[in-house]
């Protein structure tokens, strides 16, 4: 089977779906090429080594690439990031058109939503059915960013999502909340799969040391890796690291990363005088699993807020992976998945004195049960998250629609 996987972000650029994906693909002894753009995400800069043009052809890993022009951008004006999803839709399936031959099936990831209306019109004009992957539910997550703030262009994108989805051989979403959602919306539901997002397993089973080391002051430790922006709950937690500290807990709170809220939040960590809250510069992705795998106790967080109830935050499939306690301050799908693998202790989101008690429950067990307890999740996660068991679940899709 021939499988062409259509996404604006593809290696060297980070993505979810990427290279790991293609190459899993073609290990199950399939034809696996890649229609992409320039990279240019996150900064909205053309990687050293590209330069954008109407195609080009390169290899990675065995995998075909095909290059499709674009405009690059990725900063805060909606006009530029409009143009940079359409230019790339466009683009997308000029190239699509030409550069492609004898696909047997079309895998579009979403977001942006255009990569699947170029999808759609390829599968069109080749008779292919296409899969869309959807990651970001449209308009919901424009709104809610504050990205797009006009009721009627909301309205427009939302069609368009409702006319794209309907036409879709399946739609795969990561969590049962995402699935209710858009069925919600019109769609048939033996169209919609859940299929839960992996973690990038090679990098964090086979980390590199880093120079970058967690506190040793003979407390536990409890980190949280990722992005430090303004949906992870920042001052919560520093309000969550004080009530530890008031109530003499031997833990560190350890927020490794960087993003648009780390400065506010070190400077409240400040000015409480929070000896308990260290803060580390983000480091390398094929770095993380050093750290992950030193920590006592991994923190998932986000602010309240509905769309997140039926999300799963990529994190939370790395920390399970790792084998260590996670304490899950995510309401919804993703403490769903953290009570059915037994691998932590959950609590509100956004609610100080919520985290605080879920930390100290699980700093009150002994390391051996704390162990056993990261080794559920473990199990749990190569039992129904991992790659593997992904890549067989999208298979079978693929095998159902060609």
């Not at 290279?19 to 693909?25: E, I, P, T």
């Not at 296409?130 to 960013?145: E, G, K, N, R, Y």
């Not at 998932?300 to 920390?319: W, Y």
């Amino acid at each position: 089977m021939k499988i062409l996987l259509l996404t604006q972000w593809f290696e060297p650029e980070p993505t979810f779906k990427g290279l790991l994906f293609a190459q899993a693909l073609r290990d199950q002894g399939h034809d696996v090429e890649v229609l992409t753009g320039f990279p240019n995400y996150p900064g909205g800069k053309v990687y050293d080594g590209y330069k954008i043009s109407l195609y080009q052809k390169e290899v990675i890993g065995g995998i075909t690439i095909h290059r499709a022009p674009l405009y690059p951008s990725h900063d805060g004006s909606a006009v530029k990031r409009i143009f940079n999803y359409v230019s790339f839709a466009v683009g997308a399936f000029f190239v699509g058109l030409l550069k492609t031959r004898n696909i047997d099936v079309i895998y579009s990831y979403h977001p942006p939503l255009t990569t699947s209306i170029s999808a759609l019109l390829l599968g069109f004009f080749k008779r292919v059915p296409f899969v869309i992957d959807v990651q970001d539910l449209w308009p919901d997550t424009l709104s809610a960013t504050g990205m797009v703030n006009n009721s009627s262009i909301l309205s427009i994108v939302g069609k368009a999502c409702d006319f794209v989805y309907k036409r879709a051989a399946k739609i795969v979403v990561l969590s049962p909340g995402f699935k209710k959602r858009i069925i919600s919306r019109g769609v048939q539901a033996e169209k919609v799969e859940v299929i839960y997002n992996w973690c990038n397993e090679p990098a964090l089973n086979h980390f590199e040391d880093t120079e970058v080391k967690l506190p040793d002051n003979g407390k536990l430790n409890l980190l949280f890796a990722g992005n430090l922006g303004y949906a992870q709950g920042l001052p919560s937690i520093i309000k969550a690291a004080e009530i530890l500290k008031d109530s003499d807990v031997q833990v560190n709170i350890v927020l490794l990363g960087d993003g648009v809220a780390k400065a506010a939040a070190i400077e409240e960590a400040r000015s409480l005088q929070l000896s308990n809250v260290i803060f580390l510069p983000r480091v390398p992705m094929q770095q993380v699993g050093s750290l992950l795998s030193k920590a006592d106790m991994l923190l998932v967080h986000l602010i309240k807020n509905e769309l997140f109830e039926i999300t799963v935050p990529s994190r939370t499939q790395a920390n399970l992976a790792m084998g260590k306690p996670i304490v899950m301050g995510v309401s919804g799908d993703a403490a769903d998945l953290i009570e059915a693998a037994k691998a932590g202790v959950t609590c509100e989101p956004d609610n100080p004195q919520s985290l605080a008690k879920a930390i100290i429950k699980l700093a009150s067990y002994t390391e051996d049960e704390r162990l056993t307890i990261g080794e559920l999740g473990r199990s749990y996660y190569y039992q129904k998250l991992s790659l593997k068991t992904g890549v067989d679940k999208f298979l079978k899709i693929f095998e159902e629609i060609r």
